[in-house]
């Protein structure tokens, strides 16, 4: 860059000082003139291209569509101030329980909680970069892809050398009793009840054979899904306890606890959440993309297992519990034999093994609640299917939908 400079300074004042021109060359003397004019512009932006590379630069990023930019400039002291301006903390940490994991759809973890408040002291949302090694985290911190990055240890958080503002900062708000906080929050939320519950009753009248309320769209869409519409009861009943009002603290909503970022991704309008036959639809649709993303499972009892602990914890962490017992030697198609596996990503041996791609993961609860379900579901089973008039509120019927999946609200 700097020869091609030199080189139009060098053009440039070559012809910049001829006066003189033949006067049948009129034509050529305004287009010298533009030459003139081209030739300071582009030894101007040459010197500030110049400068501009020497305090600044390029980073390599990759859209959503997955073409990669090599422009994107990135000031190298891109510190307190402008991580404020830019609005986001980027933190990269490990996945693990003392650094960041998600629990369904609940972002925890000592490090992160404790880095979140103080993102929100900044006035900044926080973004986190899950690292599989060390060397990749001192990495990004060095390059300046990250602001900081959160170790293992508790309170270990380290600010990359070109943000000295941003140092001065963590090291002037930290203070030594938020690691004894922050577990004593996340503690809470994972030991108190997941659902404030306002129902408790797992059968409605069993001499009726009315398992709850809202069994006539059990029955309605249970058949979308070829479920027996019991076994869809029995999840409900696991979710909420029936109670079409309730609320985990994670945020899930509802009958069937649908969260509200997989409400938007299955088109249920947020405020409709609540609306019984809404969110037992969403939970269908929900529900159908598990059963076809676990279409290599072909026995349809297991599949369900798996859509289960998927609804539960997360299909992409029951996904790496069967490539560990893939490895294993174990049938990675048949629950019983992944089951232990999903218990096992709660230790580093495991969910920081190679073929683990999304970490740790607190399994026991997805275990205990694939069992429940099944064993609700099997005493339900002698309740037979009653008459479809009972329901007090008097649902749509299912000849009457126009589409399979009819959750979205009217315009």
């Given amino acids: 860059m700097f020869n091609n400079y030199k080189k139009a300074c060098k053009f440039t004042q070559k012809y910049a000082n001829v006066q003189e021109i033949p006067y049948f060359c009129s034509d050529f003397q305004q287009i010298l003139d533009k030459v003139r004019r081209f030739l300071y512009i582009f030894s101007v932006l040459g010197l500030v291209s110049m400068l501009l590379a020497c305090s600044s630069k390029k980073e390599r990023v990759v859209t959503p569509y997955g073409s990669v930019l090599d422009s994107v400039v990135v000031e190298e002291d891109f510190d307190l101030h402008d991580i404020q301006t ?41 973004r986190v970069d899950v690292c599989r090694d060390s060397a990749e985290m001192v990495r990004k911190l060095q390059e300046g892809e990250v602001d900081l990055v959160a170790w293992q240890t508790p309170g270990k958080i380290e600010v990359g050398e070109a ?27 994972l030991t108190t009840k997941k659902v404030r519950r306002r129902i408790f009753s797992p ?14 769209l059990f029955m309605t869409y249970s058949r979308d899904i070829r479920w027996d519409w019991r076994l869809m009861a029995a999840q409900c009943y ?42 037992i639809a969403a939970a269908a649709k929900l529900i159908a993309e598990l059963q076809k993303a676990f279409s290599d499972i072909r026995d349809n009892y297991e599949r369900t297992n798996f859509v289960l602990a998927s609804y539960n914890g997360g299909s ?8 560990l017992a893939k490895r ?48 609700r579901h099997a005493s339900y089973q002698g309740v037979k299917s009653p008459h479809m008039g009972f329901h007090p509120s008097q649902p749509r019927k299912a000849d009457k939908r126009k589409n399979k999946y009819d959750i979205k609200g009217e315009n």
């Fill in 328 to 375: 294993d030697g174990r049938n990675p198609h048949r629950w019983g034999e992944v089951a232990p596996y999903v218990l096992k990503l709660a230790t580093p041996e495991y969910y920081n093994d190679p073929i683990v791609k999304h970490g740790y993961m607190r399994g026991s609860e997805t275990v205990d609640y694939v069992r429940r379900i099944r064993e």
């Fill in 316 to 323: 992409f962490h029951i996904r790496d519990a069967m490539a």
């Fill in 86 to 126: 830019s609005g986001e903390l980027i933190m990269a940490t490990f996945s693990g329980p003392e650094t960041y994991y998600d629990y369904r759809g609940k972002q925890l973890g000592t490090q992160f909680l404790i880095c979140q408040r103080f993102a929100d002291s900044l006035g900044v949302r926080l």
């Fill in 163 to 189: 943000k000295p503002e941003l140092a001065e900062e963590l090291k002037n708000w930290y203070r030594p009793s938020l690691i004894d906080e922050v577990k004593k929050e996340e503690t809470a939320l």
């Fill in 203 to 216: 059968m409605l009248d069993k001499s009726k054979g009315i398992i709850s309320h809202y069994d006539q």
């Fill in 238 to 279: 696991q979710e909420s306890t029936f109670d079409p009002k309730a609320v985990s603290f994670a945020g899930a909503k509802g009958l069937m606890q649908i969260m509200p970022g997989t409400a938007d991704h299955l088109g249920v309008p947020r405020s409709q959440l609540y609306d019984p036959e809404k969110n």
